[in-house]
């Protein structure tokens, strides 16, 4: 079949090159000139395993091409999957969808025949209907029809999450064809059993909102209790352990820690926040505000615990900061919380090293002021304080001796939860988490 994607950020780049492994002649349209570039030679502008070789192989075959003309999108298929980005408005909780709306815009006066548009991004409720009415403004003398196809991919995990679906879901308005479409696009991922869940439109954009938000939740609710612990002396990580042998709970998002952070989680609970307000509802998720809450006083609590430790003030202070990724396998900074807690040390005096295996090219770009080392190791030199805020595997494999032998203190901080406690104090660290 062959299709369009229109955006390729993280979400459109990972949905093209995975659709033209699954056999189908793709269009990728991408308006900045530079990651278009990029893309077209088969270099991907962000770190994510799996991902290059797949789409250098498909830019090779032919299988998957790169422009920037909505013309040529226009031309070239009747199946368009908008994949753009729906950021945070600057000063509110609401979705900016600017890029959504550019692309509706932009695509449809171009169509000549029938089509179908497909979502991907991430959009408040109510959006579908409204680009709906909005296509059959702009066209009525032919069928266009809109319909949602939410992603649910993880950082790090993005091919095999769209390759390897756990469910897919469709919101459809009725009398359409989009249902039939999508089985025809999917149809080598529906063979191996995953399950196609078709609603409505406004259900399929509350699916995905509605999923990060009890992500979310989970985080901040283990981190409240955490909070408990520290007041009451008691383990987190062993009530942990216990509540997620419960088959109704489940262990995973139950690592207490510095909390979550990127591109997606902070952003898309704001935003359905905000939606619920318009809506008339903003009581049914008033407890999200304080899952944000909890979610950024972890970082306030995080520094804290570097002052405590480095002797009631950051001043003169030198701390390795080991992560700057909002996760590992992942390059991505976006509101992450290692790199929030890094600077909000710089500004109370310490001095800051920060060592990321993939991210530190970004951080950079967001925090130049910081130090910045070659190396975990390098990081370390004679810092009073270790601090692990991303728990990439490097990290996690650290021998804690030749650790020892470039501080000045053997105090480490484990954001994650991630070290094994009792080899650091074996060698002599005082752990704090």
Known sequence: MRMVVIGLGYLGATHAACMAELGH?????EIIAEKRELLAKGEVPFYEPGLPELLE????????????????????????????????KKGEYSADLRYVDAAIDELVPLLKRDALILGKSTVPVGTAQ????????????????????????????????????????????????????????YEAILNEGTPLIVTDPPSSELVKTSANAFLATKISFINAIAEVCDAAGADIKAIADAIGYDARIGRKFLNAGLGFGGGCLPKDIRAFMARAGELGAAEALSF??????????????????????????????????????FKPESDDVRDSPALNVAGQMQLQ???????????MENSRRIFP??????????????????????????FISLDPARVAAVTRKNV??????????????????????
Not at 64 to 72: D, F, I, K, T
Request: hydrophobic fraction near 45%; glycine fraction near 8%; charge should be negative.
């Open 25 to 29: 002649d793709v269009l990728g349209i």
């Open 288 to 325: 999200l505000r304080e899952v944000d809450n909890v979610n950024m006083r972890r970082r306030t609590r995080m520094v804290e615990l570097a002052r405590e430790v480095c002797g009631g003030s950051l001043l003169g202070s030198r701390v390795a900061v080991l992560g700057s990724a």
């Open 369 to 394: 002021t910081l130090d910045y080392a070659a190396s975990a190791l390098e990081a370390c030199v004679d810092a009073d304080a270790v601090m692990i805020l991303t728990e990439w595997n490097e």
């Open 130 to 185: 409204r680009l709906a009415e909005r296509v059959a403004e702009l066209r009525p003398d032919i069928q266009v029809e809109v319909a949602w196809n939410p992603e649910f991919l993880r950082e790090g995990f993005a091919v095999k999450d769209t390759l390897h679906p756990d469910r897919l879901v469709l919101g459809v308005f009725s009398g359409g064809t989009a249902e039939q479409v999508v089985r025809d696009v």
């Open 412 to 433: 480490v901080i484990d954001g994650r939860m991630c070290l094994n406690q009792t080899e650091w104090v074996r060698h002599g660290w005082v752990y704090r988490v």
């Open 57 to 88: 192989r498909h830019i090779q075959t032919g299988k998957l091409a790169v422009s920037g003309s909505y013309q040529e999108a226009a031309e070239f298929a009747d199946v368009f999957f908008i994949a753009v980005g729906t950021p945070q």
């Open 349 to 359: 005096g310490a001095s800051v090293t920060v060592y990321d295996p993939k991210a």
